[in-house]
């Protein structure tokens, strides 16, 4: 009997301990996945109660909370919704984005960081209070970027500005958008219907196109392809292949150029000529024939091709990608078509490697956060890694110049910008994805535009762009 017992004891002593070990896991190391879970409703019945943070870009408070008629709560309101709505996200009843999502613990007061200050705040007396984010967005270039996105399109659209040297995101605009204020309210009925509304909308408000979709860059790619012919030695000192038609390896397709003049049409030019004139025949043969898939997928890698970019919390891009695959499709992969597909993030990352001496920075979305004027944690600068030599990102920025001296975007001409146009066919020829990709010659501001309809990128995309860096100076 004695026996059983001590089993017995010894069986209800281990299930004791498992328990306290398992109590003390969740509460000092799950508890907070656990309450920012979006399938924790209890989250969303207490968010009213605090005095949450502001979001800020520059000393604008594009969300903030202010407090109810009931004088116990708090409600949250947002400035100029469309137009930042991407980098805010939204604070609902029934979840929440951006960066209402991915700061929630500062904003709320529940991360260690804060709620320690606020220990200190309630044992003199002062109200508890969640921490301000300051974002790295810059508000006048942010209104003049989803101004002109609106203007230029009845489908879809986005642009990115990165400072090339430290990967700040100065930019980031997602057009058609949406307003975090109509979801925001209390009102779980017309909250509902609004993300029901928002939800089955043409254009998909509710994505942020600049960073969770994924578009053909078009002859925008041609910057990479282009650093993949200078880091294989190609046309160092002389000429590469053009020519107005070129039959993909293998296949009895031929492509052609959008214009076969300045050199395109003859059969070999220099590199500068063929990337100023944006001549998809000698992209696809650099691309398939001398550069070859592998190295494409690595010269693509180098600038952050299939990197999950994290640019702020738990916030991630989608991954860009440049296919494994023959030699007929990596010739349209390399000059921005088939199955090639890109984030305008990226493409703006392209830019700012090139812009930065091949230096290519990570991109950050989140300055600092601050509590009452005291900085609890600031973000600073981290490199991703060399993309192209300073050399080559050299002959790289010169090429790009020579698209707005001489090339297909001689319309920024005056316009303090260098770049690479490009026009991608999408669902047969129904609307281009038309781009401009580039940096600001005056100041390290590296920006993608990416706007759908018909025309091309130089005429639609490149003033967009353009805009965009006069707002950042």
């Not at 960081?113 to 044992?123: I, N, P, Y």
Request: proline share 4%; charged share 20%; with cysteine.
């Amino acid at each position: 009997m004695n026996v059983q017992l001590r089993r017995t004891a010894v069986v209800a002593l281990t299930m004791i301990i498992a328990i306290m070990v398992n109590v003390t896991w969740i509460m000092g190391f799950q508890a907070d996945g656990l309450r920012d879970d979006p399938r924790n409703a209890r989250q969303f019945n207490r968010q009213y109660e605090r005095d949450r943070g502001a979001i800020l870009a520059g000393d604008l408070r594009v969300a903030y909370s202010a407090p109810n008629r009931d004088g116990k709560t708090f409600d949250r309101h947002y400035r100029e919704g469309e137009v930042f709505a991407p980098v805010t996200g939204y604070l609902g009843a029934f979840s929440k984005t951006g960066l209402e999502s991915a700061m929630n613990g500062v904003l709320d007061g529940t991360d260690g960081r804060v709620s320690v200050r606020g220990l200190v705040d309630w044992l003199t007396g002062e109200l508890p209070k969640g921490a301000d984010v300051h974002t790295t967005i810059v508000p006048r270039a942010q209104r003049v970027a989803y101004r002109e996105l609106a203007a230029s399109t009845t489908l879809q659209a986005a642009a990115v500005a990165v400072n090339a040297r430290t990967g700040a995101i100065e930019v980031m605009a997602s057009y058609p958008s949406f307003d975090p204020e109509d979801v925001a309210t209390r009102d779980i009925a017309a909250a509902g219907n609004a993300l029901q509304r928002l939800e089955g909308a043409a254009g998909n408000p509710l994505l942020n196109k600049a960073t969770r979709e994924l578009y053909p860059p078009g002859s925008s790619f041609k910057i990479v392809t282009a650093a993949a012919a200078l880091a294989d030695g190609i046309a160092e000192d002389g000429t590469v292949p053009a020519g107005a038609s070129y039959r993909l390896p293998g296949t009895n397709t031929v492509i052609g150029n959008s214009h076969d003049s300045g050199g395109c049409g003859l059969p070999r030019t220099t590199l500068v000529n063929a990337f100023a004139q944006s001549c998809n025949t000698t992209f696809a043969e650099i691309g398939a024939e001398e550069v070859g898939n592998a190295g494409m997928r690595e010269r693509s890698a180098a600038f952050g091709y299939g990197e999950r970019w994290e640019y702020a919390p738990g916030l991630r891009a989608v991954a860009s990608a440049f296919p494994d695959t023959d030699a007929a499709q990596t010739a349209l992969a390399s000059y921005g078509q088939g199955q090639n597909v890109a984030t305008v993030l990226q493409m703006a990352l392209v830019a700012a490697a090139v812009a930065n001496g091949g230096d290519l920075m990570r991109p950050r979305l989140v300055q600092k956060v601050t509590l009452r004027g005291s900085t609890l944690e600031e973000t600073e600068p981290s490199r991703f890694g060399k993309a192209v030599s300073a050399a080559h990102a050299a002959r790289l920025g010169e090429m790009m110049e020579a698209v707005v001296s001489t090339g297909t975007a001689t319309n920024l001409r005056g316009r303090e910008v260098a770049g690479k146009t490009g026009t991608a066919d999408v669902d047969g020829g129904a609307h281009n994805d038309r781009w401009f990709v580039g940096y600001s010659t005056s100041g390290p501001h590296a920006i993608a535009v990416m706007t759908q309809g018909a025309g091309f990128g130089g005429s639609v995309a490149g003033p967009i762009m353009a805009a965009i860096a006069d707002a950042l100076r």
